[in-house]
């Protein structure tokens, strides 16, 4: 199994520029999330899914759409960069069973976005 | 918002040494979970106590959960090299609904050979 994979690694954009994360686990998982991280931040919550068509907020949606229409893919989309979205982005998937903290989370390698 | 805290922010110790971080939360919870992550890398799931647990022991590692004091504890024993890396405790907050996962900001340990 290749895990969580994330893809690009790294990327640079342009402000008004707009782009899409990839995301992709092979591991059935019902349950997919995305987070950034920012220097003494920690992660925080931008959206979340619990399986193919739906989909919700985190703490952090503004300026990201998400969808999920097969089980395996769960893209970030940024609508149109802003230098506040320069951050490390990581996709998490994991077994649903009725809570996130009921089941580990297996995360991505990474996207680290620079918005100039 | 930050449920959890971790304490302290980062620590540094020498090889053999047992490190100790501390995770304070704020709502009542079911579970708790703490993470790894090594430099540049996703996070590693690493252990998980349930609210009805008072103790729990991984290898070098051992938990400890406090619902009374809202805290909980990850003890590395005989620390490593290679046990350098960040560490974060995860809840779910009463009231943000059953899938939001909240992370703390992290304990930065370096481990010095």
């Known amino acids: 199994n290749a895990g969580v994979t994330q893809t690009p690694k790294f990327q640079v954009l342009k402000t008004g520029q707009s782009m899409t994360l990839q995301c992709a686990q092979d591991?059935?998982?019902?349950?997919m999330s995305w987070y950034r991280q920012d220097p003494g931040m920690g992660l925080r919550l931008i959206h979340y899914s619990v399986g193919a068509g739906i989909t919700d907020q985190g703490e952090v949606p503004n300026g990201y759409n998400v969808s999920r229409s097969t089980t395996e893919d769960f893209p970030l989309r940024l609508l149109s960069a802003a230098p506040s979205q320069t951050s490390v982005y990581f996709c998490?998937?994991?077994?649903?069973?009725?809570?996130?903290?009921?089941?580990?989370?297996?995360f991505g390698p990474g996207t680290r976005l620079t918005v100039l | 918002s930050q449920q959890g805290e971790e304490d302290p922010q980062a620590l540094s110790i020498q090889e053999g040494e047992n490190a100790t971080m501390n995770c304070s939360y704020k709502t009542s919870i079911n579970n708790l979970q703490w993470y790894r992550q090594n430099s540049g890398r996703g996070l590693v799931h690493l252990i998980l106590i349930r609210s009805n647990e008072r103790e729990k022991h991984s290898g070098r590692l051992r938990v400890t959960l406090d619902t009374s004091k809202k805290s909980s504890s990850l003890l590395i024993t005989a620390s490593r090299a290679a046990d350098t890396a960040s560490y974060f405790c995860a809840t779910v907050e009463s009231g943000a609904g059953s899938y939001q996962l909240t992370f703390g900001k992290g304990t930065k340990l370096s481990v010095i050979p």
């Open positions: 591991m059935n998982h019902e349950y």
């Open positions: 998490a998937s994991s077994y649903t069973k009725g809570r996130a903290d009921n089941n580990e989370q297996f």
